[in-house]
Protein backbone atom coordinates (compact mmCIF):
# COMPACT_ATOMS: atom_id res chain seq x y z
CA UNK A 1 0.00 0.00 0.00
CA UNK A 2 1.20 3.29 -0.86
CA UNK A 3 1.85 5.99 1.99
CA UNK A 4 0.98 9.96 0.90
CA UNK A 5 4.76 10.84 0.72
CA UNK A 6 4.58 8.58 -2.23
CA UNK A 7 2.61 10.98 -3.98
CA UNK A 8 4.99 12.89 -6.77
CA UNK A 9 5.94 17.10 -6.63
CA UNK A 10 3.60 17.57 -9.48
CA UNK A 11 0.45 15.41 -8.12
CA UNK A 12 1.17 17.34 -4.78
CA UNK A 13 0.72 20.87 -6.90
CA UNK A 14 -2.39 19.75 -8.35
CA UNK A 15 -3.69 18.24 -4.70
CA UNK A 16 -2.77 22.10 -4.01
CA UNK A 17 -4.44 23.83 -7.20
CA UNK A 18 -7.60 22.03 -6.31
CA UNK A 19 -8.13 22.54 -2.85
CA UNK A 20 -7.79 26.45 -3.21
CA UNK A 21 -10.04 26.76 -5.94
CA UNK A 22 -14.20 26.84 -6.71
CA UNK A 23 -13.56 25.85 -10.37
CA UNK A 24 -10.91 24.48 -12.33
CA UNK A 25 -9.71 21.71 -14.94
CA UNK A 26 -7.13 20.13 -14.11
CA UNK A 27 -5.04 18.66 -17.20
CA UNK A 28 -2.16 15.82 -16.82
CA UNK A 29 -1.05 13.62 -19.21
CA UNK A 30 -2.86 9.89 -18.97
CA UNK A 31 -1.42 7.94 -16.80
CA UNK A 32 0.09 10.40 -14.02
CA UNK A 33 -2.26 10.06 -11.56
CA UNK A 34 -4.92 12.57 -11.72
CA UNK A 35 -7.38 10.20 -9.60
CA UNK A 36 -5.19 9.73 -6.19
CA UNK A 37 -4.65 13.65 -6.39
CA UNK A 38 -8.08 14.62 -6.89
CA UNK A 39 -9.14 11.48 -3.78
CA UNK A 40 -6.20 13.65 -1.74
CA UNK A 41 -7.73 16.79 -2.36
CA UNK A 42 -11.03 15.98 -1.48
CA UNK A 43 -10.04 14.37 1.74
CA UNK A 44 -8.25 17.89 3.05
CA UNK A 45 -10.96 19.67 2.41
CA UNK A 46 -13.18 17.13 4.26
CA UNK A 47 -10.66 16.83 7.10
CA UNK A 48 -10.17 20.87 7.45
CA UNK A 49 -14.28 21.28 7.51
CA UNK A 50 -14.23 23.21 4.33
CA UNK A 51 -16.76 20.95 2.82
CA UNK A 52 -18.83 17.90 4.01
CA UNK A 53 -19.33 15.10 0.46
CA UNK A 54 -17.51 14.60 -2.62
CA UNK A 55 -19.73 13.70 -5.49
CA UNK A 56 -17.85 12.16 -8.84
CA UNK A 57 -18.58 11.59 -12.85
CA UNK A 58 -16.19 9.27 -14.11
CA UNK A 59 -16.71 6.66 -17.06
CA UNK A 60 -18.40 3.76 -15.98
CA UNK A 61 -15.29 1.27 -15.73
CA UNK A 62 -13.63 4.23 -14.03
CA UNK A 63 -16.55 4.70 -12.01
CA UNK A 64 -16.95 1.20 -11.17
CA UNK A 65 -13.65 0.20 -10.85
CA UNK A 66 -10.49 2.56 -10.59
CA UNK A 67 -12.06 5.12 -7.97
CA UNK A 68 -12.09 2.37 -5.73
CA UNK A 69 -8.58 0.47 -6.18
CA UNK A 70 -6.93 4.46 -5.96
CA UNK A 71 -8.91 4.63 -2.27
CA UNK A 72 -7.76 0.81 -1.42
CA UNK A 73 -4.42 1.72 -3.14
CA UNK A 74 -3.87 4.61 -0.79
CA UNK A 75 -3.22 4.29 2.88
CA UNK A 76 -3.72 8.11 3.52
CA UNK A 77 -7.37 7.89 1.39
CA UNK A 78 -8.16 4.17 2.73
CA UNK A 79 -10.85 4.97 5.05
CA UNK A 80 -12.64 7.33 3.06
CA UNK A 81 -16.29 6.27 3.29
CA UNK A 82 -17.89 6.25 -0.15
CA UNK A 83 -20.47 3.87 -2.22
CA UNK A 84 -20.94 3.77 -6.28
CA UNK A 85 -24.07 4.10 -7.10
CA UNK A 86 -24.58 1.32 -10.20
CA UNK A 87 -27.03 -1.33 -10.86
CA UNK A 88 -31.06 -0.67 -11.22
CA UNK A 89 -32.35 2.73 -10.64
CA UNK A 90 -33.86 2.05 -7.41
CA UNK A 91 -30.79 0.79 -6.01
CA UNK A 92 -28.85 4.04 -7.49
CA UNK A 93 -31.54 6.29 -6.19
CA UNK A 94 -31.49 4.47 -2.43
CA UNK A 95 -28.09 4.99 -2.03
CA UNK A 96 -28.27 8.81 -3.33
CA UNK A 97 -30.78 9.13 -0.28
CA UNK A 98 -28.29 8.07 1.47
CA UNK A 99 -25.11 10.01 0.99
CA UNK A 100 -25.33 13.02 3.85
CA UNK A 101 -24.55 9.52 5.77
CA UNK A 102 -21.05 9.04 4.11
CA UNK A 103 -18.31 11.51 2.28
CA UNK A 104 -17.90 10.24 -1.63
CA UNK A 105 -20.88 9.14 -3.84
CA UNK A 106 -19.09 7.82 -7.30
CA UNK A 107 -21.33 7.52 -10.34
CA UNK A 108 -20.91 6.41 -13.71
CA UNK A 109 -21.20 9.15 -16.53
CA UNK A 110 -24.09 7.16 -18.27
CA UNK A 111 -26.07 7.82 -15.34
CA UNK A 112 -25.79 11.50 -15.90
CA UNK A 113 -29.31 12.27 -16.92
CA UNK A 114 -30.88 10.57 -13.87
CA UNK A 115 -28.33 11.98 -11.67
CA UNK A 116 -29.49 15.27 -12.62
CA UNK A 117 -33.07 14.33 -12.68
CA UNK A 118 -32.40 12.70 -8.82
CA UNK A 119 -30.26 16.39 -7.65
CA UNK A 120 -33.79 18.33 -9.17
CA UNK A 121 -35.65 16.37 -5.83
CA UNK A 122 -32.74 17.78 -3.24
CA UNK A 123 -32.51 21.26 -1.65
CA UNK A 124 -29.32 23.48 -2.26
CA UNK A 125 -28.06 23.09 1.16
CA UNK A 126 -27.72 18.76 0.69
CA UNK A 127 -24.01 17.96 1.15
CA UNK A 128 -24.63 16.36 -2.31
CA UNK A 129 -23.82 20.23 -3.30
CA UNK A 130 -20.25 20.50 -2.13
CA UNK A 131 -18.23 19.03 -4.63
CA UNK A 132 -18.43 17.92 -7.91
CA UNK A 133 -15.73 16.44 -9.59
CA UNK A 134 -16.06 15.17 -13.66
CA UNK A 135 -13.46 12.86 -14.33
CA UNK A 136 -12.49 12.54 -17.86
CA UNK A 137 -14.80 16.17 -18.75
CA UNK A 138 -13.99 16.07 -22.37
CA UNK A 139 -16.81 13.67 -22.30
CA UNK A 140 -18.98 16.66 -21.86
CA UNK A 141 -17.96 18.68 -24.48
CA UNK A 142 -19.90 17.94 -27.62
CA UNK A 143 -22.53 21.14 -27.98
CA UNK A 144 -25.39 18.87 -28.73
CA UNK A 145 -24.48 16.76 -25.47
CA UNK A 146 -27.51 15.90 -23.68
CA UNK A 147 -25.27 14.79 -20.35
CA UNK A 148 -24.08 18.37 -20.95
CA UNK A 149 -27.30 20.24 -20.94
CA UNK A 150 -28.61 18.61 -18.22
CA UNK A 151 -25.75 19.18 -16.21
CA UNK A 152 -25.56 22.79 -16.45
CA UNK A 153 -28.94 22.93 -15.32
CA UNK A 154 -27.33 22.02 -11.88
CA UNK A 155 -23.97 23.52 -11.98
CA UNK A 156 -24.77 26.79 -9.61
CA UNK A 157 -26.31 24.84 -7.20
CA UNK A 158 -22.63 23.19 -6.64
CA UNK A 159 -20.00 24.93 -4.17
CA UNK A 160 -17.03 23.76 -6.48
CA UNK A 161 -16.40 21.69 -9.66
CA UNK A 162 -13.43 20.28 -10.69
CA UNK A 163 -12.26 18.45 -14.12
CA UNK A 164 -10.08 15.60 -14.45
CA UNK A 165 -8.64 15.11 -18.20
CA UNK A 166 -6.11 14.32 -20.23
CA UNK A 167 -6.99 15.48 -23.44
CA UNK A 168 -8.89 19.01 -23.06
CA UNK A 169 -9.15 19.61 -26.66
CA UNK A 170 -8.84 16.26 -29.25
CA UNK A 171 -10.59 18.04 -31.70
CA UNK A 172 -9.82 22.30 -31.52
CA UNK A 173 -10.77 24.89 -29.34
CA UNK A 174 -14.34 24.23 -29.70
CA UNK A 175 -13.77 21.53 -27.35
CA UNK A 176 -12.72 23.85 -24.37
CA UNK A 177 -16.52 25.56 -24.35
CA UNK A 178 -18.42 22.97 -22.80
CA UNK A 179 -16.26 21.42 -20.34
CA UNK A 180 -15.44 25.45 -18.94
CA UNK A 181 -18.92 26.31 -19.15
CA UNK A 182 -19.41 23.52 -16.55
CA UNK A 183 -16.55 24.62 -13.93
CA UNK A 184 -16.72 27.89 -14.47
CA UNK A 185 -20.72 27.77 -14.05
CA UNK A 186 -21.29 29.83 -17.62
CA UNK A 187 -19.49 32.67 -15.73
CA UNK A 188 -16.31 32.34 -18.37
CA UNK A 189 -17.85 32.64 -22.41
CA UNK A 190 -21.93 32.61 -21.75
CA UNK A 191 -24.63 29.72 -21.92
CA UNK A 192 -24.71 29.70 -25.95
CA UNK A 193 -21.78 27.72 -27.73
CA UNK A 194 -23.08 28.87 -31.18
CA UNK A 195 -22.57 32.29 -30.55
CA UNK A 196 -19.45 32.00 -28.99
CA UNK A 197 -18.12 29.69 -31.79
CA UNK A 198 -19.84 32.35 -34.63
CA UNK A 199 -17.98 35.25 -32.97
CA UNK A 200 -14.62 33.70 -32.58
CA UNK A 201 -14.17 30.89 -35.47
CA UNK A 202 -14.92 30.66 -39.05
CA UNK A 203 -15.74 27.72 -41.50
CA UNK A 204 -13.46 26.00 -43.37
CA UNK A 205 -16.11 23.72 -45.27
CA UNK A 206 -18.97 24.10 -47.31
CA UNK A 207 -21.00 22.47 -44.71
CA UNK A 208 -19.69 24.01 -41.91
CA UNK A 209 -18.45 20.48 -39.99
CA UNK A 210 -15.23 21.99 -39.62
CA UNK A 211 -14.51 25.46 -37.86
CA UNK A 212 -11.14 27.53 -36.96
CA UNK A 213 -10.11 29.90 -34.75
CA UNK A 214 -9.85 33.29 -35.76
CA UNK A 215 -5.62 33.87 -35.75
CA UNK A 216 -6.42 36.66 -33.95
CA UNK A 217 -9.29 35.51 -31.32
CA UNK A 218 -6.30 32.43 -30.48
CA UNK A 219 -4.10 33.99 -27.41
CA UNK A 220 -7.57 35.66 -25.96
CA UNK A 221 -9.13 32.00 -26.14
CA UNK A 222 -6.14 30.51 -24.53
CA UNK A 223 -5.80 33.25 -22.03
CA UNK A 224 -9.26 32.78 -20.82
CA UNK A 225 -9.57 29.51 -20.70
CA UNK A 226 -6.22 29.26 -18.63
CA UNK A 227 -8.48 30.92 -16.06
CA UNK A 228 -10.03 28.12 -15.43
CA UNK A 229 -7.44 25.51 -16.63
CA UNK A 230 -3.74 23.90 -14.61
CA UNK A 231 -2.23 22.13 -17.44
CA UNK A 232 1.56 20.88 -16.11
CA UNK A 233 4.71 20.76 -18.42
CA UNK A 234 5.94 17.60 -19.55
CA UNK A 235 9.10 18.52 -17.50
CA UNK A 236 6.57 18.24 -14.51
CA UNK A 237 5.70 14.93 -15.89
CA UNK A 238 6.87 10.80 -14.73
CA UNK A 239 9.05 9.79 -17.12
CA UNK A 240 7.26 7.57 -19.56
CA UNK A 241 8.39 4.63 -21.37
CA UNK A 242 9.93 5.10 -25.33
CA UNK A 243 6.97 4.07 -27.51
CA UNK A 244 7.74 3.03 -31.18
CA UNK A 245 4.73 2.97 -33.94
CA UNK A 246 4.88 0.28 -36.38
CA UNK A 247 2.49 0.70 -39.43
CA UNK A 248 2.02 -2.79 -41.54
CA UNK A 249 0.32 -2.14 -44.72
CA UNK A 250 -2.37 -5.20 -46.23
CA UNK A 251 -3.42 -5.36 -49.85
CA UNK A 252 -6.86 -6.24 -50.10
CA UNK A 253 -7.93 -8.88 -52.98
CA UNK A 254 -8.77 -6.76 -56.84
CA UNK A 255 -12.31 -7.92 -56.37
CA UNK A 256 -13.01 -6.37 -52.54
CA UNK A 257 -11.17 -3.57 -54.59
CA UNK A 258 -13.40 -3.02 -56.85
CA UNK A 259 -16.37 -2.82 -54.74
CA UNK A 260 -14.77 -0.68 -52.50
CA UNK A 261 -14.01 2.13 -55.39
CA UNK A 262 -17.74 1.87 -55.79
CA UNK A 263 -18.52 2.78 -52.40
CA UNK A 264 -16.37 5.38 -52.73
CA UNK A 265 -18.45 7.63 -55.15
CA UNK A 266 -21.03 7.61 -52.44
CA UNK A 267 -18.45 8.97 -50.09
CA UNK A 268 -17.53 11.67 -51.93
CA UNK A 269 -18.93 15.03 -54.53
CA UNK A 270 -17.31 16.52 -57.54
CA UNK A 271 -17.72 20.29 -57.37
CA UNK A 272 -18.04 22.67 -60.74
CA UNK A 273 -14.35 23.71 -60.00
CA UNK A 274 -13.03 20.03 -60.18
CA UNK A 275 -12.82 19.89 -55.99
CA UNK A 276 -14.09 16.83 -54.38
CA UNK A 277 -15.93 17.36 -50.80
CA UNK A 278 -18.13 15.13 -48.25
CA UNK A 279 -20.74 13.88 -49.41
CA UNK A 280 -24.06 14.31 -47.08
CA UNK A 281 -23.89 10.41 -47.02
CA UNK A 282 -20.24 9.99 -45.81
CA UNK A 283 -20.66 8.67 -42.09
CA UNK A 284 -23.10 5.96 -43.55
CA UNK A 285 -20.30 5.69 -46.58
CA UNK A 286 -17.29 5.60 -44.28
CA UNK A 287 -18.60 3.38 -42.00
CA UNK A 288 -19.14 0.73 -44.73
CA UNK A 289 -15.57 1.22 -46.32
CA UNK A 290 -13.91 1.01 -42.56
CA UNK A 291 -15.74 -2.41 -42.63
CA UNK A 292 -14.41 -3.38 -46.20
CA UNK A 293 -11.02 -2.55 -45.63
CA UNK A 294 -11.37 -4.87 -42.10
CA UNK A 295 -12.32 -7.76 -44.62
CA UNK A 296 -16.34 -7.93 -44.18
CA UNK A 297 -19.38 -6.08 -44.58
CA UNK A 298 -22.63 -6.04 -42.32
CA UNK A 299 -26.07 -6.13 -44.60
CA UNK A 300 -29.29 -5.18 -43.22
CA UNK A 301 -29.37 -7.34 -40.38
CA UNK A 302 -27.18 -5.37 -38.73
CA UNK A 303 -24.45 -7.16 -36.82
CA UNK A 304 -25.98 -11.06 -37.58
CA UNK A 305 -26.08 -10.58 -41.12
CA UNK A 306 -22.13 -10.95 -42.22
CA UNK A 307 -20.24 -11.16 -45.54
CA UNK A 308 -16.72 -12.24 -45.35
CA UNK A 309 -15.04 -10.23 -48.27
CA UNK A 310 -10.99 -11.17 -46.97
CA UNK A 311 -8.57 -12.77 -44.71
CA UNK A 312 -5.76 -9.74 -45.03
CA UNK A 313 -5.77 -8.73 -41.34
CA UNK A 314 -7.21 -12.14 -40.03
CA UNK A 315 -3.40 -13.15 -41.81
CA UNK A 316 -1.72 -10.03 -40.23
CA UNK A 317 -2.84 -10.81 -36.76
CA UNK A 318 -1.99 -14.16 -36.63
CA UNK A 319 1.64 -13.49 -37.99
CA UNK A 320 1.93 -11.08 -35.35
CA UNK A 321 1.01 -13.35 -32.62
CA UNK A 322 3.76 -15.90 -33.87
CA UNK A 323 6.03 -13.37 -34.27
CA UNK A 324 6.00 -12.25 -31.25
CA UNK A 325 6.33 -15.75 -29.77
CA UNK A 326 4.13 -15.60 -26.30
CA UNK A 327 5.15 -12.18 -25.41
CA UNK A 328 2.14 -10.58 -23.78
CA UNK A 329 -0.19 -9.03 -26.76
CA UNK A 330 -3.35 -6.22 -26.38
CA UNK A 331 -5.43 -6.67 -29.04
CA UNK A 332 -7.73 -3.39 -29.78
CA UNK A 333 -10.81 -4.38 -31.88
CA UNK A 334 -13.33 -2.02 -33.54
CA UNK A 335 -16.54 -4.10 -34.98
CA UNK A 336 -17.94 -6.92 -32.69
CA UNK A 337 -17.18 -8.81 -36.13
CA UNK A 338 -12.95 -7.90 -35.30
CA UNK A 339 -13.92 -9.84 -32.01
CA UNK A 340 -15.53 -13.00 -33.17
CA UNK A 341 -12.77 -13.32 -35.53
CA UNK A 342 -10.03 -12.89 -32.92
CA UNK A 343 -12.05 -15.61 -31.28
CA UNK A 344 -12.44 -17.75 -34.08
CA UNK A 345 -8.47 -17.67 -34.49
CA UNK A 346 -7.12 -18.06 -30.69
CA UNK A 347 -10.34 -19.51 -29.26
CA UNK A 348 -13.71 -18.64 -28.00
CA UNK A 349 -12.14 -18.15 -24.06
CA UNK A 350 -10.50 -15.24 -25.42
CA UNK A 351 -10.28 -12.72 -22.70
CA UNK A 352 -11.32 -9.21 -23.55
CA UNK A 353 -12.86 -6.34 -21.69
CA UNK A 354 -15.85 -5.02 -24.29
CA UNK A 355 -19.59 -5.10 -24.52
CA UNK A 356 -21.33 -7.97 -22.52
CA UNK A 357 -18.23 -8.54 -19.96
CA UNK A 358 -19.34 -7.52 -16.34
CA UNK A 359 -17.86 -5.51 -13.89
CA UNK A 360 -16.01 -8.64 -12.07
CA UNK A 361 -15.23 -10.34 -15.23
CA UNK A 362 -13.58 -7.33 -16.33
CA UNK A 363 -11.31 -7.14 -12.53
CA UNK A 364 -10.35 -10.55 -13.42
CA UNK A 365 -8.90 -10.18 -16.89
CA UNK A 366 -6.91 -7.29 -15.54
CA UNK A 367 -5.52 -9.10 -12.91
CA UNK A 368 -4.91 -11.66 -14.61
CA UNK A 369 -3.22 -9.77 -17.20
CA UNK A 370 -1.04 -7.82 -15.05
CA UNK A 371 0.45 -10.46 -13.60
CA UNK A 372 1.77 -11.64 -16.36
CA UNK A 373 -0.62 -14.76 -16.74
CA UNK A 374 -2.36 -13.74 -20.14
CA UNK A 375 -0.70 -13.88 -23.38
CA UNK A 376 -3.13 -12.54 -25.46
CA UNK A 377 -6.38 -9.84 -24.61
CA UNK A 378 -8.56 -8.09 -26.77
CA UNK A 379 -9.72 -4.78 -25.93
CA UNK A 380 -12.28 -2.29 -27.41
CA UNK A 381 -11.25 1.31 -27.15
CA UNK A 382 -14.71 2.92 -26.33
CA UNK A 383 -15.04 0.50 -23.88
CA UNK A 384 -12.24 0.62 -21.94
CA UNK A 385 -10.30 3.53 -23.25
CA UNK A 386 -10.18 5.44 -19.85
CA UNK A 387 -8.54 4.79 -16.51
CA UNK A 388 -7.70 0.98 -16.70
CA UNK A 389 -4.36 0.27 -15.55
CA UNK A 390 -2.61 -2.61 -17.65
CA UNK A 391 1.22 -1.07 -18.32
CA UNK A 392 1.88 -4.03 -15.93
CA UNK A 393 1.00 -7.21 -18.19
CA UNK A 394 3.33 -5.92 -21.76
CA UNK A 395 4.12 -3.80 -23.64
CA UNK A 396 2.81 -4.55 -27.38
CA UNK A 397 -0.55 -3.32 -28.21
CA UNK A 398 -1.84 -4.15 -32.25
CA UNK A 399 -4.60 -2.41 -33.43
CA UNK A 400 -6.77 -4.72 -35.87
CA UNK A 401 -8.56 -1.39 -36.92
CA UNK A 402 -7.63 2.47 -35.87
CA UNK A 403 -10.29 4.50 -34.48
CA UNK A 404 -11.49 7.98 -35.83
CA UNK A 405 -10.99 9.46 -32.24
CA UNK A 406 -7.30 11.22 -31.78
CA UNK A 407 -8.37 11.57 -28.42
CA UNK A 408 -9.74 7.82 -27.80
CA UNK A 409 -6.48 6.46 -29.54
CA UNK A 410 -4.51 8.46 -26.96
CA UNK A 411 -6.34 7.30 -24.31
CA UNK A 412 -6.03 3.44 -25.53
CA UNK A 413 -2.27 3.75 -25.76
CA UNK A 414 -2.11 4.99 -22.58
CA UNK A 415 -3.57 1.70 -21.14
CA UNK A 416 0.19 0.46 -21.41
CA UNK A 417 2.27 3.60 -22.43
CA UNK A 418 2.34 4.83 -18.34
CA UNK A 419 4.48 5.18 -15.05
CA UNK A 420 5.50 1.67 -13.97
CA UNK A 421 5.89 0.17 -18.01
CA UNK A 422 9.58 -1.01 -17.64
CA UNK A 423 9.82 -1.96 -21.44
CA UNK A 424 9.81 0.08 -24.00
CA UNK A 425 6.23 0.12 -26.06
CA UNK A 426 5.39 -1.17 -29.79
CA UNK A 427 2.01 -0.17 -31.19
CA UNK A 428 0.93 -1.97 -34.39
CA UNK A 429 -1.28 -0.50 -36.57
CA UNK A 430 -2.52 -2.40 -39.43
CA UNK A 431 -3.67 -0.24 -42.38
CA UNK A 432 -5.23 -1.94 -45.56
CA UNK A 433 -3.31 0.22 -48.21
CA UNK A 434 -5.68 2.69 -49.82
CA UNK A 435 -8.26 2.70 -47.97
CA UNK A 436 -10.11 4.63 -45.64
CA UNK A 437 -7.53 3.34 -42.94
CA UNK A 438 -4.81 5.85 -44.48
CA UNK A 439 -7.24 8.78 -43.32
CA UNK A 440 -7.67 7.07 -39.83
CA UNK A 441 -4.02 7.07 -39.57
CA UNK A 442 -4.00 11.10 -40.47
CA UNK A 443 -6.88 11.99 -38.30
CA UNK A 444 -5.07 9.97 -35.28
CA UNK A 445 -1.14 9.68 -35.92
CA UNK A 446 -1.17 13.55 -37.36
CA UNK A 447 -4.04 15.33 -35.94
CA UNK A 448 -5.25 16.25 -39.09
CA UNK A 449 -9.37 17.42 -39.62
CA UNK A 450 -11.63 15.11 -41.38
CA UNK A 451 -11.33 17.53 -44.17
CA UNK A 452 -7.64 17.78 -44.04
CA UNK A 453 -7.18 14.08 -44.07
CA UNK A 454 -9.26 13.02 -46.74
CA UNK A 455 -7.82 15.87 -49.31
CA UNK A 456 -4.54 14.01 -48.90
CA UNK A 457 -5.88 10.57 -49.01
CA UNK A 458 -7.86 11.60 -51.94
CA UNK A 459 -4.50 12.63 -53.68
CA UNK A 460 -2.70 9.45 -52.95
CA UNK A 461 -6.06 7.17 -54.33
Not at 153 to 169: E, M, Q
Not at 391 to 403: D, I, K, P, V
Request: hydrophobic share 45%; glycine share 8%.
Amino acid sequence: MRAKSDLRPYQNRVVTALYETTGLVAVLKMGAGKTVAALTAIDELIGDGLIRHGLVLAPKRVANMTWPAEIADWAHIRGLPYAVLNGEPARRSRLLGDAGNRQLTIVGIDNTQWLCDELAKLPDEHPIFDLLVIDEISRFRSPKSKRAKALLKHVKRFKAIWGLTGTPRPSGYEDLFKPLAIVSREQLWGRSFYAWQKERFYPVDRNGYEWAIFPDREQQTIDEANRFMLTLSDADMPTLPPVSVVEHYVDMPAEVVREYRRMKRELLVELENGREILAASAGVASGKMSQMAAGFIYGEGGNEDVEQLHDAKAEWIEELVEDLAGDPLLIIYEFIEDLRLLQRLFGAGLPYLGQGVTDRQAAIHIDAWNAGKLPLMALHAASGGHGLNLQFGGSEMAWLNLTWSSELYEQTVARIVRPGQTQKCFIHICLARGSVDEVKRMRVLHKMSLQEAFAVWLKKV
